[in-house]
């Protein structure tokens, strides 16, 4: 059972020492790794993919309940403890979404684990976090950005089913990010996100910030932040309000911004 993620510091962009040695995740965490882009938010997340041991240009280390990962979670996939989900989709085939979620559960599960229902949880996760449905029969390359994403997220909490989930830049794919947020919740898991998003990163439980390649301080969410992620939030649910009445072809009024930033 994994109970703890711990990165151990490196060396960043100039080749100097990071500022922060170590990062306990523990089971149940919802991380945000945050920075301006170039900073080293993606390359952190690849190290913890990647289970580093001192043998990627970080020469950051990733241990595992303290010790050093088996070799069985990068070879053998169905014993691999974390799901990625990148910006990049171009690897998705031209299978229908049946067969791509059919296939990526027998890769996944332990042989001779049962599949049933699988896909129907997995379907409608994903129908909660996009407006238009995704059906079983469309080809993945056929589905929009935002309906990837979404089936992408359903995939590695349901099917993955892995205790470690790492995200990358989810706000830009055009799903309900607070939807998103409460079904992950109901799911423990580690959950890390490279997010640009005040949302995401008001929501999680601290953030890790990043500065020329180094993890440079971790900053936990305290009382007046929560207190602003409300008004955040309302914030952004006027905005996606607005956005769903544009996409239904009416006309916007100011009155739903009204009152909101007060």
């Known amino acids: 059972m994994i109970n703890t993620i711990s990165i151990l510091g490196g060396r960043g962009k100039s080749g100097g020492k990071e500022a922060v040695d170590r990062v306990d995740l523990k089971m149940g965490d919802v991380v945000s790794i945050v920075g301006p882009t170039g900073s080293g938010k993606t390359t952190l997340i690849n190290d913890i993919e990647l289970f580093a041991d001192a043998n990627t240009p970080t020469g950051r280390r990733v241990l595992i309940n303290g010790e050093k990962p088996p070799a069985e979670y990068r070879d053998n996939p169905h014993r691999n403890p974390i799901a990625m989900m990148t910006q990049h989709t171009t690897f998705l085939s031209d299978l229908p979404v049946r067969d791509f979620l059919n ?3 027998q890769i996944r599960s332990a042989p001779g684990a049962s599949l049933d229902g699988m896909l129907e949880r997995t379907l409608a996760f994903a129908n909660q976090l996009t407006g238009e449905p995704i059906l079983v029969d469309s080809r993945m390359t056929e ?3 935002g309906q990837t994403r979404a089936l992408l997220i359903a995939d590695a909490t349901i099917i993955c089913n892995t205790p470690i989930v790492l995200l990358d830049e989810v706000e830009n794919a055009g799903i309900n990010r607070r939807r998103a947020l409460e079904l992950l919740r109901e799911h423990r898991k580690i ?4 997010t640009h998003d ?3 990163a008001l929501l999680s439980d601290y953030r ?3 500065q020329e390649g180094n993890i440079t301080g971790i900053l936990h969410t305290d009382e007046s932040e929560r207190q602003l992620a409300i008004k955040v939030n309302r914030l952004d649910s006027a905005f996606s309000k607005l956005r769903d009445q544009m996409r239904q072809g009416d006309r916007l009024a100011s009155a739903e911004l009204e009152g909101l930033c007060g």
């Open 103 to 105: 296939t990526h559960a």
């Open 143 to 145: 589905l929009s950005g």
């Open 191 to 194: 959950y890390i996100f490279v």
């Open 198 to 200: 005040p949302r995401i």
């Open 208 to 210: 890790i910030v990043m």
